[in-house]
């Protein structure tokens, strides 16, 4: 594709990165074929193809308007396009840079600007989260169906003492201790049995993602250097990993050598983070075969596009003597997408209702997936019991 960038955009940082993306594309439309929100509208201007001519314009000088805007926030950011394109675009790092001009050139109103505020105050931080939650929980019947919470599920959280010599942080997160504790401690009981020490390093939060992918970029970085230091000290103890068990949290700080590559402060420690991380199924350790129940297994698109990790949890739950059944358009994402299903709830919920019709056609016995926003997303969908996959190898 050729390119002619504004002036104001042609050497700086962002607008080097985003012509040499641009430059991949060759118009094939490729993409097409796999972008959720294509399928569903059929709008040239929400699939991969049409954003990146907008973006393209933007970056050219011609004026964004509250329709791009739009057709910017309908993304999911799922980066199945990646995975389908021949020419290696890297659509998500282009949609970051057109979504972080487009937000400055087109300011959002004071409601929906006070409302994303709400979103990333209380999505990144537990506490608060978690009073919302239980809240949540109490007036269920009563909440509209795009903001139903799981239910409460009686787990265990026993953690195991750090004594091996083998040891691993793990993320906390932000939303998944409210949602999920029992996630971590299973995994933390499984990789204890292979002579693996999992630990939580105090005030290790959110990612960073939440806030960036609501184009509050500037914050989103701030949380990312936030997570750094309170990991770094185990860092330079030599730990072998730092641990994953969200696959969304995972693929973005894989790429904080990318996101901070202009700081000279954290540069380096960025990206030594983003070369400890792995996620839990990239792991090697044993498993017994002693189950024999039907799983259906939701692959997040932050593990299969965003990470390109396929087929690692579905292999270990065969070793665990599961049957997987077949999911149809397995490549396609649920919907969930972060804060997607509170802001676009209407493309979010049709979405869910086609991945949750996939999941259930082989009449599995239980859903699993690798990612907290996909299990509640899901789980909110739907009576069928979903849960990570970790949980299901204890």
């Not at 949609?95 to 487009?102: C, E, L, N, P, Q």
């Not at 505020?117 to 990144?124: A, E, F, G, H, R």
């Not at 509209?144 to 959280?157: A, F, G, I, T, Y």
């Not at 002579?195 to 970085?221: K, M, T, W, Y």
Request: hydrophobic share 40%; with cysteine.
């Amino acid at each position: 594709m050729q390119t002619a960038l504004a002036t104001e955009y042609r050497d700086t940082p962002e607008g080097r990165e985003a012509d040499a993306i641009l430059r991949k594309c060759v118009h094939c439309g490729f993409c097409t074929a796999t972008c959720p929100t294509y399928q569903l509208l059929g709008d040239e201007l929400d699939g991969p193809r049409g954003r990146i001519y907008l973006i393209k314009q933007v970056l050219e000088g011609a004026a964004p308007t509250a329709k791009t805007r739009l057709h910017l926030d309908r993304c999911l950011t799922c980066r199945s396009c990646e995975t389908t394109c021949p020419s290696g675009v890297q659509y998500g790092r282009l949609a970051d840079i057109g979504r972080a001009i487009v937000e400055e050139k087109v300011p959002r109103g004071f409601v929906e600007q006070s409302f994303r505020k709400l979103l990333s105050s209380v999505l990144t931080r537990t506490s608060l989260f978690g009073f919302f939650l239980a809240m949540g929980r109490i007036f269920r019947p009563l909440l509209p169906r795009n903001l139903k919470v799981p239910e409460q599920r009686n787990s265990k959280l026993a953690w195991p003492p750090p004594r091996h010599s083998r040891k691993m942080l793990v993320l906390a997160g932000c939303v998944q201790p409210a949602i999920a504790p029992q996630i971590n401690s299973a995994a933390a009981r499984v990789l204890d049995r292979a002579g693996v020490s999992l630990i939580e390093a105090p005030g290790a939060g959110c990612c960073g993602a939440l806030r960036f992918h609501l184009n509050d970029q500037a914050a989103g970085r701030d949380d990312m250097r936030a997570l750094i230091d309170a990991w770094w000290p185990h860092v330079e103890q030599s730990v072998e990993a730092i641990v994953m068990t969200a696959s969304g949290c995972g693929s973005f700080i894989k790429e904080y050598g990318h996101h901070l590559k202009e700081d000279p402060a954290y540069r380096d420690k960025a990206a030594k983070i983003s070369s400890l991380s792995r996620d839990l199924s990239e792991l090697q350790f044993e498993v017994e075969a002693k189950r024999s129940r039907r799983v259906a297994f939701q692959s997040p698109c932050s593990l299969q596009h965003g990470q390109q990790i396929r087929g690692n949890v579905e292999a270990l739950l065969r070793q665990a003597g599961y049957q997987l059944t077949d999911v149809s358009d397995a490549h396609l994402c649920c919907g969930s997408a972060g804060s997607y299903s509170i802001l676009q709830p209407e493309l979010s919920g049709a979405l869910r209702e086609r991945k949750l019709s996939a999941l259930a056609s082989g009449g599995p016995d239980v859903i699993a997936t690798a990612n907290i926003g996909c299990l509640a997303h899901l789980q909110g969908g739907s009576q069928a019991n979903v849960m990570h996959w970790i949980e299901l190898l204890e």
